[in-house]
């Protein structure tokens, strides 16, 4: 059977807020798959009064360029479907002119369309501009979700998670019990994990807690920049899930100039603090490196500069350079680049840096991948499944996830239904996750981030 091929046109143009809205029209219209996030065939994107805006994720900053408003117009004919998005965005990332207009245009080849209206196989090509990129299997699974992502029982799950968070969280902010109690990246992760379920401050359920943990952090917020509470860990990783908080926080809701004056120090300080070899190590300082930390503040970068805070090129170069550089001929990643063996969880810290970076097909990110399935698939002997109570478990699954969400395709389609029945199946009564090492309030926000991968809320996990 032939396969038909259509050639789209997409203008993306930032406009006023007078740009006068058209009817909600739905992908199945077009005669391809909805692209925006959580869309399908039959959803119609949805409008707000006069004003559309973007609802199908939850939140009009889960839109790639931020948009808060939308009006869509399309004109189809036998040969091209033309489109036209006109979004008025709170900000553009472009840090020195925040309401600049921009005007882009997409050219998309959807991925084949039997003569039955079916979609085919195959990955759409996207050019944007002299840049070519694929979707579907190769662009990850943003814009191409698994079936049955989220279930009832995730959600319940999800609720009483949050629920212990909550119950968890001290006056100051502080989250969790023990000697990690005070440490700066455990209430970060916790508002991290509140966020991935929509909440702001001063918006949803546990926007009140996710008010706080910022408390609790600009609170810490050194004159340097460093953002730390307590210092006996190695405050390096402390600032980098702060740092990567307050980046989510500055993209979703850019409106408190402390969070900007702190984000930006913070930037500055890792910038300042990376070592001749591209990575970063325990303490501020320019001296030695491992991939561990190197892949907390890469994350956190990307958030800054995601929001608009400027970071270096050179910076990222160099980081990539290092990342490269700690990778085995087994796919694997070792702790640093003098010699040293493989491990699961450094490998997903590795190929989720080099995603960050912004390189998505690169035989080092395959490599990786294809030793995370074969060292650490959840629920196989050996791997992860057999291990719940080994050591960096919730770390290495963090960022597993991510890898295998990042990578799309058949990998995460594999990966994810796994990894949510395993997490679900080890939940406490009390709604928390243990961890033996860091603690449960630590264990529980990692558990929670990993299982609400799938709502695509957070700026941070999309290309």
Partial sequence: MKRNIQRTTLSLVLASLTSTPTPAATAAQFGWPASLPGGSAATPLNYRGDSPSIT???????????????ALSSVKSDTALVTTIFAASTRVHQQDNPTESLKRTVQVTPPSVKSNG??????????????????QSAVGAENAPAEEEITPKLEQAVQRGLEYLRRQQKSDGSVGQGRYSEHIAVPSLAAIAMMADGNLPGRGEFGDAVQKSLDFVLAHSSETGLLVSDDSHGPMYGHGFATLFLGEIYGMNPKDDRVRDALVRAVQLIVASQNDEGGWRYNPVPADADVSVTICEIMALRSARNA???????????????????????????????VGGSAWPRTAAGVASLFYAGIYEDQSIERGLDYLVKAAAPGAGGGMGAGFMQAHYFYGHYYAVQAMYLAGGERWKVWWPAIREELLSRQNPDGSWSDQQIGDAYGTAMALIILQMPKRYLPIFQR
């Fill in 308 to 338: 608009g805070i400027k970071v270096p090129k050179s910076t990222i170069d160099d980081a990539v350079r290092y990342v490269r550089g700690c990778q085995n001929t087994d796919g694997g990643f070792r702790y640093m680049r003098d």
């Fill in 56 to 70: 199908e994720c939850g939140t009009p900053s889960c839109f790639p360029i931020n948009a808060s408003r939308m």
């Fill in 118 to 135: 079916e979609t085919g196989g195959g990955a759409a090509e996207i050019k944007v501009g002299q840049t070519t990129t694929r979707s």
